[in-house]
């Protein structure tokens, strides 16, 4: 098959995406080799780490098969401004996360990655985080405790 009839059928953007989560997946098992797995009963500190990187695995060979048989789909390029704001956003959150808690930390993460989608508004943004928030709240902070303070630690609230 010549590169021209390959890429009649070959959808680019989501072949370079089913091998991007490939890679994060086979580097994820090799960083990971020396933790113990341990099993579903006895988990070890691999074990949920294995078992992301597995599921990565999964979800890349699936999209690397649709991206076969779905069609030509010309690659632009990539949106580096938005790949910017979302790794950007998850870097302040995990940098901040200590310092700030985990409102004030989840008020950058969701207010910066917002902004990676062009259509979205202030005020989109502003509900989008308000819910999000509180969610967190509800769910980490009340439901299952976590360790985590969720205002920032040098108002001495917890």
Same mark, same amino acid.
């Given at each position: 098959?010549?590169?021209?009839q390959?890429?009649r059928?070959?959808?680019?953007?989501?072949?370079?995406?089913?091998?991007?989560?490939?890679? $994060?997946a086979i580097?994820?098992?090799?960083?990971?080799q020396?933790?113990?797995?341990?099993?579903?009963?006895?988990?070890?500190?691999?074990?949920m780490?294995?078992l992301? =990187? *597995?599921? $990565? *695995?999964? =979800?890349? $060979?699936?999209?690397?098969?649709? *991206?076969l048989?779905?069609?030509?789909?010309?690659?632009?390029?990539? &949106?580096w401004?938005?790949?910017?704001l979302?790794l950007? &956003?998850?870097?302040?959150?995990?940098?901040?996360?200590?310092?700030?808690?985990?409102?004030?930390?989840l008020?950058?993460? $969701?207010?910066m990655?917002?902004?990676?989608?062009?259509?979205?508004?202030?005020k989109?943004a502003?509900a989008?985080? &308000?819910v999000?928030?509180?969610?967190?709240?509800?769910?980490?902070?009340?439901g299952?405790?976590?360790?985590?303070? =969720?205002?920032?630690?040098i108002?001495?609230?917890s």
């Amino acid at each position: 098959m010549s590169e021209n009839q390959l890429t009649r059928y070959l959808n680019i953007r989501d072949f370079i995406f089913g091998l991007l989560l490939l890679g $994060i997946a086979i580097g994820g098992f090799y960083v990971n080799q020396g933790y113990e797995a341990g099993t579903a009963s006895r988990m070890g500190p691999g074990y949920m780490p294995k078992l992301v =990187f *597995a599921l $990565i *695995a999964c =979800f890349g $060979i699936g999209i690397l098969i649709s *991206a076969l048989r779905s069609g030509k789909d010309p690659f632009d390029g990539f &949106a580096w401004r938005e790949l910017g704001l979302i790794l950007g &956003a998850l870097t302040a959150f995990g940098t901040f996360l200590d310092k700030l808690g985990l409102g004030l930390s989840l008020i950058i993460l $969701i207010m910066m990655s917002s902004f990676a989608d062009r259509s979205q508004t202030l005020k989109g943004a502003l509900a989008l985080t &308000a819910v999000l928030v509180c969610l967190c709240w509800v769910i980490f902070i009340l439901g299952l405790k976590i360790g985590i303070p =969720f205002l920032p630690p040098i108002l001495g609230f917890s």
